[in-house]
């Protein structure tokens, strides 16, 4: 009897513990980088606006496919001054094993640019923003909700190349996120990504496919305790007005 009571209390904590598991491996917070707004602006006055599709599997996991979504602004207020806000949201639910993630990113961001030999272009922006990120997992042994919040610090050069049929600029955006998980330990992390990119805009003129694929890489010793994707990739489109083009 006594040796039945020892293996109950072993195979009980064995379950504990496996549940513990799951919580901090299965339903970690994730941080989906948004996709870089690269203008390239020619002159004042000028306004772009982007709306774009993406696809992003936290660190490599090919089970887990988080569709996000970007809608882009920037505008030129002077023939140096740009000025930016983005916006960002995704959500996946997936039915087997029952589970969930919606994240919602906001930013805004001003910087300097300039034209040089009529059709080149660079620029430096930085800004600021922040999010919330939601998780669900459920499994046979533990239902669980992780929620967080988070802010952004990012910095942005960039280099490139316009005229009225295509844009192309290399961009090695580096952010900090300070994320905070919204529980009763009030975790709170700060880790800094290098995400470089380089975007392709084909089309003609006011209208213009755009395309965008990098990478997202911690750096640094701080530890990472929550998921990411390593790949940046979105699609969609872009629409400019009040840009001057010139003849070349």
Known sequence: MRKYKTLKQFIKKGINLLALILIFVSCSPEYIPNMVNSPMFSNQGEFQATVTAGKGNPDGQAEVSITNFNIQTAFAVTDNIGIM???????????????????????????????????YRYELYGGYGFGETQGYFESG??????????????????????????????????????MERLASSSETTYNTFYEPVITSKIGYKYVKFIVQFGFSVPIGDQELTYDHPNFIFNFGLNFNLGRKYYDF
Request: hydrophobic share 35%; aromatic share 16%.
């Open 85 to 119: 806000v983005n916006g960002n949201y995704g959500k996946e639910t997936n039915e087997a094993p029952a589970s969930f993630h919606e994240h919602s990113f906001i930013e805004a961001g001003m910087g300097y640019y300039d034209v040089f030999k009529d059709k």
């Open 141 to 178: 042994f533990v239902d669980e909700i992780t929620n967080v919040r988070y802010n952004r610090y990012f910095i942005q050069p960039g280099i490139g190349i316009s005229n009225k049929i295509f844009d192309g600029s290399f961009s090695p955006r580096i952010v900090l996120v300070q």
